[in-house]
């Protein structure tokens, strides 16, 4: 009698040895990229590398993954949350998928150059690996970044947003606007409400997502300053043109407010003073990122693409986490996003949307 194939007889016995069928998916949120789709994203990251390179920053290259308790250290609270974490086999520690870079960056100069001379301007690609607990997976993204540290002020701070404008305007976008707050005024002005910590989290809720009857709900229950909740209410109206920092000065509650407000206009006007091809856009309802940065929170956006396509801003305590106090700013490139732009850019349909 013939046997089905992939059967075998075993004790009198037939049974199934064919190979058990795997599933070729990839886990949610991991993307494969066929030779065209690789050429565009490669191009964009020797492009923008190349500009970073023209202007002076040396390229370091940093792990994949490293021990969770020394990248927490750089991490906010939403960072930490979307970490992946891991057993390392031979040493039992706890090891975790960077979701962020600047934090490796920020450890590498603490300890390999803790008595290089300032500033020290470095650049970097890689990809970085968040949980993205909405889609019950992660994200794997791939960024091109850079690092200012030891440079304090808005000369800083217009050099790398005019970098990144150089970068993306080189990987091929144009009309490009960015979006620019101060996470100072933001902890000054919620400082000043006085509000009790559960109510602080929904202001803040409130502010980002531009909800004025949810955040005035939420400020009946402030014991801060009259001129405090009068600006805190008006923070998801404040955007627009740079001109808007008028405005919110002459409501300013407070010196720290003041200062906040000057430190923006003062890197506009370095931003503007370097004749950068962007359009600048003020928001001062911008709070996300709001235990991470110290200062100028910027972004960079362009038709084509949904969400920002460069993010970055000035964190002055990050360096000190790792024992090397010291001034630092910069931003990361979302390659991803600049090639779906530059799709859309390219596509009939989107062009003439765009002309519409």
């Known amino acids: 009698m013939k046997r089905a194939a992939g059967k075998k007889q075993r004790d009198g016995l037939e049974i199934d040895a064919s190979p058990r069928a ?61 970490t992946v974490r891991f057993v390392e086999p031979s040493s039992g520690q706890v090891v975790a998928l960077r979701p962020d870079i600047t934090p490796q960056i920020a450890r590498l100069i603490a ?25 019950r997976g992660q994200r794997e993204l791939s960024q091109a970044g850079v690092e200012l540290a030891g440079l304090a002020g808005p000369e800083g701070d217009a050099e790398v947003i005019a970098l990144g404008v150089a970068a993306l ?23 000043a409400l006085e509000l009790p910590e559960a109510a602080l989290e929904e202001a803040r809720r409130c502010i980002a997502k531009r909800d004025g009857t949810g955040l005035a709900s939420v400020l009946r229950s402030a014991r801060g300053s009259r001129p405090a909740v009068e ?37 506009v006007a370095a931003v503007e003073a370097r004749r950068v091809e962007a359009r600048l856009h003020v928001d001062l309802g911008e709070v996300r990122g709001f235990d991470y940065y110290t200062g100028v929170r910027f972004q960079a956006f362009v038709r084509g693409a949904s969400d920002a396509v460069l993010r970055g801003g000035r964190y002055d305590d990050l360096l000190g986490r790792y024992g090397r106090p010291s001034p630092a700013v910069g931003f990361a490139v979302d390659v991803e996003a600049v090639a779906g732009a530059l799709d859309a850019a390219a596509s009939p349909t989107q062009m003439s949307k765009g002309r519409n």
Request: charge should be positive; charged fraction near 25%.
């Open 111 to 135: 300890t390999r150059y803790r008595d290089a001379k300032e500033p020290v301007r470095l650049c970097y690609e890689g990809t970085v690996v968040r949980l993205d607990r909405a889609a």
């Open 22 to 82: 795997v599933s070729l998916r990839l886990p949610a949120g991991m993307r494969d990229h066929a030779p065209a789709a690789a050429a565009v994203r490669l191009n964009v990251i020797e492009t923008v590398m190349r500009t970073f390179d023209q202007a002076g920053f040396e390229r370091v290259l940093t792990p994949a993954f490293e021990y969770e308790e020394v990248l927490a250290l750089g991490l906010g609270a939403a960072a930490r949350a979307a």
């Open 231 to 267: 600006l805190a209410r008006l923070l998801p109206e404040l955007s627009g043109a740079p001109s808007v920092l008028q405005v919110a000065e002459k409501k300013a509650p407070s010196a720290g407010v003041r200062r906040a407000l000057r430190e923006l206009a003062a890197i």
């Open 169 to 191: 305007t080189a990987a091929g976008l144009s009309r490009i606007t960015i979006d620019l707050g101060h996470l100072g005024l933001a902890r000054e002005l919620l400082a």
